[in-house]
């Protein structure tokens, strides 16, 4: 009603709320409840076919049976990854997003009464886009991006937030540098510049290369929580 | 396309704040978006206006404000304004650095309509 409307005065608030306060203070509660029980959560991020799920099919084999882990798998649709990861005797859990292109720290915290409390390590597979995710913090203690060498070595530098965001950068698929125009030490170097405290590693899952430093820096940040609890 | 869920996060802090003001229509809001957010501004623009549509913003619309990358070298303690992501001191070599500002992602202020 106009007659209404010039009764009606404006008023400017000032607010300055983060749009991601809501999310933030989930996963802060996550990894504060998760650490205290002496669980490493590791976030693994990347774009689609990097190698996510073959990466924790490689290292299950190398962490179990003297260390307990576990899977969250998030994905658009299907069951597919937690089913080839339940394959492999390791206990994951599904996340189908029904769209959505990253997971949020309130889908986790759905999921945490199921999580048994003498798990070592809880990884959880990102839905594959090297974008979006970047944006969430889940309450991992670890954020890693994996690089594949099929994807080219430019993209820190085109997608930078990912790897600014993380702690660990794992170049994927290194028995394929051989046919491919991939420089891993360009890729390392921009990584470098973009974040000087990333912690660098490579793998091949085809040829197991690289998958045992992987392993040793897991455990090596589980110790260290757990030092710092102790 | 994370920035439609961004938006829906962006509602509910507008309708609570709105809500405590009793404010009738918000008709406009300013959002703070740093260069190292991770959003692309127009589809934040698009999504707020798909969203809008039935809520107390109908008649809003979105400003963003791009909030530049600003790095501090905490060795020789010069600022610097960056257009690149490279996170080196260009003065001393340094890469101990501290970010200021370029990461934001804040609803800062908004418009409301009261009685
Ligand atoms: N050559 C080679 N191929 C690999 C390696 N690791 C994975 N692959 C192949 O890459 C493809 C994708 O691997 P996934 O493990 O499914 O990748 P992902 O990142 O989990 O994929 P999304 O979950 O769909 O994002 C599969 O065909 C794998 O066999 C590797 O180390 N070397
Ligand atoms: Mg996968
Ligand atoms: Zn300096």
Redesign the interface.
């Known amino acids: 009603m106009p007659h209404n409307k010039t009764k009606m005065k404006t008023k400017e608030v000032m607010v300055l709320e983060d749009l991601l306060g809501s999310n933030k203070k989930i996963a802060d509660q996550i990894r504060k409840k998760l650490t205290a029980k002496g669980i490493l959560t590791i976030n693994l991020l990347s774009s689609p076919g990097s190698g996510k799920t073959t990466l924790l099919e490689s290292l299950s084999e190398i962490l179990t049976p003297e260390y307990k882990m576990a899977v969250i798998e998030g994905d658009i649709e299907t069951e597919r990854d937690a089913d080839r990861i339940r394959a492999k005797g390791i206990p994951a859990w599904q996340i189908t997003t029904g769209g959505a292109c990253h997971l949020e720290a309130k889908m986790i915290g759905k999921l945490f009464p199921k999580i048994p409390a003498d798990l070592d390590f809880l990884f959880i597979e990102n839905v594959g886009n090297l974008v979006c995710p970047a944006s969430f913090d889940l309450g991992e203690n670890i954020r890693c991006v994996l690089l594949s060498i099929p994807e080219g070595d430019d993209k820190p530098k085109k997608y930078p937030k990912a790897f600014i965001t993380s702690h660990c950068l794992v170049i994927s698929k290194t028995d394929l540098a051989p046919v491919l125009p991939f420089n891993i030490e360009k890729a390392k170097k921009e990584a470098l510049e973009i974040n000087p405290n990333l912690k660098l590693l490579t793998t091949s899952a085809q040829s197991g290369a690289g998958i045992k430093e992987l392993a040793e820096y897991f455990i090596e940040s589980l110790q260290k929580i757990r030092r710092t609890n102790a | 396309?994370?920035e439609l869920?961004?938006i829906a996060?962006?509602f509910?802090?507008m309708e609570e704040?709105a809500a405590e003001?009793n404010?009738?229509?918000i008709?406009h809001v300013v959002?703070q978006v740093g260069k190292?957010?991770?959003?692309v501004p127009e589809l934040l623009i698009t999504a707020f206006d798909m969203y809008k549509k039935d809520t107390i913003a109908s008649e809003g619309n979105l400003e963003i404000k791009e909030v530049p990358l600003k790095i501090l070298c905490r060795d020789c303690k010069t600022e610097v304004v960056k257009d690149d992501?490279?996170?080196?001191c260009a003065k001393c070599g340094s890469?101990n650095l501290k970010t200021l500002a370029g990461m934001?992602?804040?609803?800062?202020?908004?418009?409301?309509?009261?009685?």
């Open positions: 396309m994370h869920s961004l996060n962006l509910e802090i704040k003001k404010a009738k229509k008709t959002l190292l957010a991770g959003v992501f490279v996170f080196i890469s934001e992602l804040y609803l800062e202020k908004m418009e409301l309509e009261v009685d």
